[in-house]
Structures are given as structure tokens and as C-alpha cells.
Nanobody, 125 residues
Framework: VQLQASGGGLVQAGDSLRLSCAAS????????MGWFRQAPGKEREFVAT????????YYADSVKGRFTISRDNRKDTVYLQMNRLKPEDTAVYYC???????????????????WGQGTLVTVSS
């Protein structure tokens, strides 16, 4: 699985932004695609993920209600719609995927075998 992320940029607090991650090659009903982020000086953290087959979604508490993960099956692309952005959302956002992940680990970065390059999101106050 190869992942190509895009869509980052500089926005103001309260604005919206949509990230995209295109995947090539996927398999299995346990295929998950999701997003993690890493702010300067901080550890990588889980943002959101989606089961490709069931469309079940999972979110970090910090983004629930503001971010929405979705997919376009025809384009093999997962999106992260980010609304009401806050300065603390500033980070490099990484797309991740895995074909054999189990539900208890969907929020763990180490459970994902495939990673895209990061895309920087900067939210100014």
C-alpha cells in the first residue's frame, strides 16, 4: 500500500481545511485508513481512522465534532475534513493504513504498517 497525502496549509483559527490521502493497493475487510498528527516538540497522536469496508469511524476526543473522516471508494481516497480549526491543531498530519489491524489497536500508530508523507497544517490565532 502506498499513500499520498495532500491538502495542508496555513489557515486562521475557525477556518476549515480538507486533507486527502490517496491509496494504491489495498486488501481485506480489516483495512483501515486514518490520520495521525505530530506537533512540534510533541509525540505523534491519533486523530481519526476509518474501516474501509464498514465505514466505521473512530476519532480522538480532541477533534470529535470538528473533524470528519470519509472516503471515496472510486478514488481510493480518504479525506479529513477539519472544521473550526484551533491553533492547537497545528501539526504535521500523516496518513496511515493497515490491512490487518484489530479494533483494539486502531488508535495506535504502531499498529499501522503504511504511512504517507506528512502534510503541514498551521492554524494561526
Amino acid at each position: 500500500v502506498q499513500l499520498q497525502a495532500s491538502g495542508g496549509g496555513l489557515v486562521q483559527a475557525g477556518d476549515s481545511l480538507r486533507l486527502s490521502c490517496a491509496a494504491s493497493g489495498r486488501t481485506g475487510s480489516r483495512f483501515f485508513m486514518g490520520w495521525f498528527r505530530q506537533a512540534p516538540g510533541k509525540e505523534r497522536e491519533f486523530v481519526a481512522t476509518m474501516n474501509w469496508s464498514s465505514r466505521s469511524t473512530y476519532y480522538a476526543d480532541s477533534v470529535k465534532g470538528r473533524f470528519t473522516i470519509s472516503r471515496d471508494n472510486r478514488k481510493d481516497t480518504v479525506y479529513l475534513q477539519m472544521n473550526r480549526l484551533k491553533p492547537e491543531d497545528t501539526a504535521v498530519y500523516y496518513c496511515a493504513a493497515d490491512t490487518t489491524i484489530i479494533l483494539s489497536r486502531v488508535r495506535e500508530g504502531n499498529a499501522y504498517d503504511y504511512w504517507g508523507q506528512g502534510t503541514l497544517v498551521t492554524v494561526s490565532s
